[in-house]
């Protein structure tokens, strides 16, 4: 397993505004994920993110929007930019590691965002 | 009993009853299966997973049985506990990805 911290735990923002989520692995991984979850709902994939390349998108979410960067095998940060009252969620970064039937993915604790 | 609420299913059992959680999954291609927990305030943890070519598999108090025939997949919890509180997740790895894909998740709640 990994043990997987993120920063801030929580924030409340005014729209408009950016907030950067940082996200720290106790180990070194090759990629990094970036979920959404708004309340009461499942985890949506924003992205997939690759030490030393450009992060991969899902459909409906954009870099302008969500900027994240990679710079090392243990660090990765995501950007809500402009953010509105629609961008209330939790974020949640995510790790795969190999073990068990195959390798799994193992979350950090989550961001919990309210933008007002 | 179990009923579909406003955002997630619930489910509601006393304290060292057995608890089941059921899951459907719509892609014949899925070839692997993970359940998460997720506890108020915290992000989705492992529980178990099991591979498209088992039908069982146990590990501490939990079971996952997974019928392909009817694409169904179904989480046991034995002798549940008030810690056991929390949403459940399903997810599916569809045919070599190594991204899961969350179902909606169910509450449950543990009465001591």
């Known amino acids: 397993s990994a043990v997987i911290s993120q920063k801030p735990s929580r924030d409340i923002c005014q729209r408009g505004t950016s907030l950067t989520i940082q996200c720290q692995v106790d180990?070194?991984?090759?990629?990094m994920f970036w979920y959404r979850q708004q309340p009461g709902q499942s985890l949506t994939l924003i992205a997939t993110?690759?030490?030393?390349?450009?992060?991969?998108?899902e459909s409906g979410f954009v870099i302008d929007k969500f900027p994240i960067s990679r710079p090392n095998l243990t660090f990765s940060t995501l950007t809500v930019s402009n953010m509105s009252p629609e961008d209330s969620s939790i974020y949640l970064c995510?790790?795969?590691?190999?073990?068990?039937?195959?390798?799994?993915?193992?979350f950090g604790p989550g961001t919990r965002l309210l933008v007002l | 009993g179990e009923s579909v609420g406003l955002h997630l299913p619930t489910l509601s059992v006393q304290e060292g009853d057995n608890s089941i959680i059921n899951c459907a999954y719509s892609n014949s291609a899925s070839d692997y299966f993970i359940w998460y927990k997720q506890e108020s305030g915290k992000g989705p943890q492992f529980i178990i997973d099991?591979?498209?070519?088992?039908d069982k598999r146990q590990g501490q108090r939990v079971t996952v049985l997974l019928n392909k025939t009817v694409k169904h997949l179904s989480l046991q919890i034995a002798a549940t506990q008030p810690g056991d509180s929390a949403v459940y997740f399903c997810?599916?790895?569809?045919?070599?990805?190594?991204?899961?894909?969350f179902g909606r998740g169910t509450s449950l709640i543990v009465h001591p």
């Open positions: 993110a690759n030490q030393g390349s450009e992060a991969t998108y």
């Open positions: 180990s070194q991984v090759t990629m």
């Open positions: 995510s790790v795969t590691i190999s073990g068990g039937v195959r390798e799994t993915q193992y």
């Open positions: 997810a599916e790895n569809r045919g070599g990805s190594y991204i899961p894909t």
């Open positions: 099991i591979r498209s070519n088992m």
